[in-house]
């Protein structure tokens, strides 16, 4: 089971769909599915309205847990206003710098950033339900 998908403004509503359908095949229940699904969505917005307004998704199984990994090519070229209009088109609700990875942080059992002049990566990282309780922990 993998996902390895581009993604910009416009196919945001697309790539929830698939994270939350990926999500639920690698054995998530509903709640944790909609976890990963919101999660990977401020990762992919993140990357659109603050990167090129482009990025990528990779998102896998390896060890019990669904590695869901976010990355986009650095800082837009030009003016930037593309992204960012099509960005704040899309939002019905304020929105408050940082609140997007404190989210993530908080639904992910781990997340890993890194951040260079070739643009960023971040990983968030979920425990897949297993036999060492609900979601993989002892």
Do not use: I
């Not at 401020?42 to 847990?65: C, D, I, K, P, S």
């Not at 090519?73 to 304020?94: I, L």
């Not at 942080?105 to 997340?111: G, H, L, S």
Request: proline fraction near 7%; charged fraction near 15%.
């Amino acid at each position: 089971m993998a996902l390895d998908r581009a993604f910009d403004a416009e196919t945001l509503p697309d790539l929830r769909k698939a994270v939350l359908a990926q999500a639920a095949a690698a054995g998530m229940l509903a709640d944790r599915a909609t976890d990963v699904m919101l999660a990977v969505h401020e990762l992919a917005a993140n990357a659109v309205l603050h990167g090129a307004g482009t990025g990528r998704l990779a998102m896998r199984v390896r060890g019990g847990q669904l590695l869901c990994e976010v990355s986009d090519v650095g800082p837009p070229s030009g003016n930037g206003h593309g992204p960012r209009t099509a960005m704040a088109a899309m939002r019905p609700w304020p929105v408050q710098r940082g609140h997007g990875l404190w989210l993530v942080q908080a639904a992910a059992d781990q997340v890993s950033v890194a951040l260079g002049s070739a643009g960023s990566r971040v990983t968030a990282v979920f425990n897949l339900p297993g036999p060492f309780g609900e979601y993989g922990q002892p």
